[in-house]
């Protein structure tokens, strides 16, 4: 059987736009094969989608959103030929930006969230005619900014002062729609003392996040949600779920939070 994979010469699979993307196609047949072409894709794109009970009023509205298209392009690495048996190699190197390129839109970094995914991937294509079944393999890869824009040191932090009182405990109509889940974290237990400071520390997984995006059709925001919960009676009786949905036994807060990259690589809030 005849086997076609994609590998990147970069183990993190971590490019930026201003670079290229260089790696290789490896063949392994048990036999000689004839092919038409050896074609190479990249493919990266902006999809919005609705999942699970965010459908219904919100579905109406991201519904006619069409993926926004990132970079579509396609190079020959091979002319028409044959590949002997066993294991070919053949390197390839493709830029993503050409250098003077109109690119229409901004190479934003790789993100996948529940309602949008900002994805890039690279397939190698190898048709062999009509009696033979075509070859295809399929590799993502993943995009961060480049380095020119980014700023040399993390921003400094901003206080945010709040209030958690019984006037801003709401019960919202409609659902918020969450881009890439949540990740929650316990920072106290017990009767927690008055004007103690409590340390937040929470890891943040690559793929869910990315730098805060203000496009025009999408947007990629965060919040850190701050919930307490009191103990009750009401609280044993209802079923786990959603920790950040409003009870009456809980008083919470959300906080908007902006994640930006520095050039050190890390992520600055």
Known sequence: MTTVTVKLSRSNRIYRSSEPVE?????????????????????????????????????SFYGVIKPIQIVKKTIQVRSSGRIP????????????????????????????????????LLTADIPRGYLHKPLA?????????????????????????????????????????????????????GDVCRKMTLPIYVLLPRLLMCPS????????????????????????????SDPTAPRLWMALERLPLELVRTKRDQFSC
């Open 137 to 189: 393999a399929t590799m993502e890869f993943i995009i961060e900014s480049g380095r020119v824009d980014l700023p040399e040191r993390p921003l400094p932090p901003e206080m945010v002062i709040f209030y958690i009182t019984q006037d801003t405990q709401r019960h919202p109509l409609l659902p918020e729609i969450k881009t890439g889940g949540f990740r929650s974290t316990q920072i106290a237990d």
């Open 85 to 120: 048996p066993g294991t070919t190699e053949i390197p390839f190197s493709v830029n993503l930006r050409e250098p003077g390129e109109n690119i229409v839109e901004k190479f934003y970094e790789t993100f996948h969230g529940t309602n949008i995914n900002i994805q890039y």
């Open 213 to 240: 995006i203000f496009a025009g059709p999408f947007s990629v925001e965060f919040k850190v949600c701050i919930t307490i919960s009191f103990k009750s009676k009401l609280a044993k009786a209802q079923p786990k």
């Open 23 to 59: 790696g290789k196609i490896v063949i392994k047949s048990p036999n000689s094969i004839s092919h038409q072409a050896i074609r190479l894709s990249v493919n990266g794109s902006v999809n919005l989608q609705v999942r699970g009970g965010s459908a219904g009023v919100i579905e």
